[in-house]
């Protein structure tokens, strides 16, 4: 049985805050695995985290199946963690139709149908509110929410999806004062 009280919920916030990583959920989730790797793939790490280990194996799994399918087909395994801006364009060719813009207003709209969504409470970008964000997938609650949210420049669409999105797509519009900005270490 696993007692849970208001204290070890605490604790479990405090945890998983502590990963949060500038620019987005996959970039927390890298830091996660990262820092997971660099204890030998620890269950006690997992533990002392409120992390959940048979997750934590099942990344490790896909990543070396990954790993194998490269050397197979003889492709070069080239990684930078720290070259951040590689991943977050790799996410937007993978999820590029998945994209959603700030509004004037405050609030988040997709881009190619214009349907209201929220950044969800849990992502390590709820109080960022950058301009722009691909999602992996989106949870109707009280309101529709994104989930695996990562912050992506515009110009990113255009340069990996040309056949789904035009210039005219993502056109800045005018922000108020205090939105849209991107955390200062995500300068470029």
Same mark, same amino acid.
């Given at each position: 049985? /696993?007692?849970?009280?208001?204290?070890?919920?605490?604790?479990?916030?405090?945890?998983?805050?502590?990963?949060?990583?500038?620019?987005?959920?996959?970039?927390?989730?890298?830091? +996660? $695995?990262?820092? !997971?790797?660099? @204890?030998?793939?620890? +269950? %006690? !790490?997992?533990?002392?985290?409120?992390?959940?280990?048979?997750?934590?194996?099942? *990344?490790? *799994? &896909?990543?070396?199946?990954?790993?194998? #399918?490269?050397?197979?087909?003889? &492709?070069? =395994?080239?990684?930078?963690?720290?070259?951040? &801006?590689?991943?977050?364009? *790799? +996410?937007?060719?993978?999820?590029? $139709?998945?994209?959603?813009? #700030? @509004?004037?207003?405050?609030?988040?709209?997709?881009?190619?149908?214009?349907?209201?969504?929220?950044?969800?409470?849990?992502?390590? =970008?709820?109080?960022? %509110?950058?301009?722009?964000?691909? $999602?992996?997938?989106?949870?109707?609650?009280?309101?529709?929410?994104?989930? %695996? /949210?990562?912050? &992506?420049?515009?110009? !990113? #669409?255009?340069?990996?999806?040309?056949?789904? $999105?035009?210039?005219?797509?993502?056109?800045?519009?005018?922000?108020?004062?205090?939105?849209?900005? *991107?955390?200062?270490?995500?300068?470029?």
């Amino acid at each position: 049985a /696993v007692v849970s009280t208001q204290s070890t919920g605490v604790h479990a916030d405090n945890a998983r805050t502590n990963f949060f990583f500038p620019g987005g959920d996959h970039l927390t989730l890298l830091n +996660v $695995y990262d820092q !997971w790797a660099a @204890t030998d793939y620890s +269950v %006690q !790490w997992c533990f002392e985290n409120f992390v959940q280990h048979r997750s934590m194996k099942r *990344a490790r *799994a &896909i990543r070396d199946q990954l790993q194998g #399918l490269l050397e197979r087909t003889e &492709i070069d =395994l080239l990684s930078n963690p720290m070259d951040h &801006i590689n991943i977050r364009k *790799a +996410v937007t060719s993978g999820y590029f $139709y998945h994209t959603s813009r #700030l @509004t004037a207003n405050g609030l988040y709209k997709t881009v190619k149908h214009q349907q209201s969504v929220h950044i969800h409470p849990n992502s390590s =970008l709820f109080e960022e %509110q950058p301009k722009w964000v691909i $999602y992996h997938e989106l949870v109707q609650t009280s309101k529709e929410y994104m989930r %695996q /949210v990562i912050e &992506i420049e515009s110009k !990113w #669409l255009v340069e990996v999806a040309p056949h789904y $999105y035009k210039e005219k797509d993502i056109e800045e519009k005018k922000m108020p004062k205090q939105r849209g900005k *991107a955390k200062a270490e995500l300068e470029r």
